[in-house]
């Protein structure tokens, strides 16, 4: 059987402390250390800061793949599923829809754990301004 004395143990609890701080930095809803996110607006800088303010980036990650949420990353101009199989393009009117009442249209293959919010409309606007520019440039 392994033993260890008490300055073992917090030393152990402290290592562990600073794996679980870099794996959350890691998960954050940042960029991922291979792409790099464009320059935004004043607009959509400020909606990044609110989404991560909010608590919106633990579920909607903004660098390409799903998570309890689907990711921001190419979103806008999209076409999205709902669970009734009907086809949505995520532009501005749908997004300011989907973050105003999550619960309107419900996108097929998510649950639905968005709580609803007391965003404001200028708010919302900036949110919807900061997906709109994570889409990639079509060329």
């Known amino acids: 059987m392994l033993r260890c004395d008490r300055g073992t143990l917090r030393s ?7 794996v679980l701080v ?7 809803g940042g960029s991922s250390g291979s792409e790099t996110e464009p320059v935004l607006s004043a607009a959509a800088a400020a909606g990044k800061q609110l989404a991560i303010n909010k608590g919106c980036a633990s579920c909607h990650v903004f660098y ?10 190419g979103l806008y101009g999209s076409k999205v599923t709902l669970n009734d199989d009907t086809v949505v393009v995520a532009d501005e009117a749908y997004l300011t829809q989907a973050i105003k009442d999550p619960w309107s ?4 293959g998510y649950g639905t754990i968005m709580p ?7 708010e919302v606007a900036s ?3 900061y997906i709109k520019e994570l889409n990639p440039p079509k060329g």
């Open 105 to 108: 249209q419900k996108v097929k």
């Open 64 to 73: 390409g793949r799903d998570a309890a949420g689907p990711t921001w990353k």
């Open 12 to 18: 152990w609890a402290g290592v562990g402390a600073v």
């Open 116 to 122: 609803r919010n007391n965003l404001t409309d200028a």
């Open 22 to 28: 870099a794996l959350l930095a890691a998960c954050s």
């Open 127 to 129: 949110i919807v301004a």
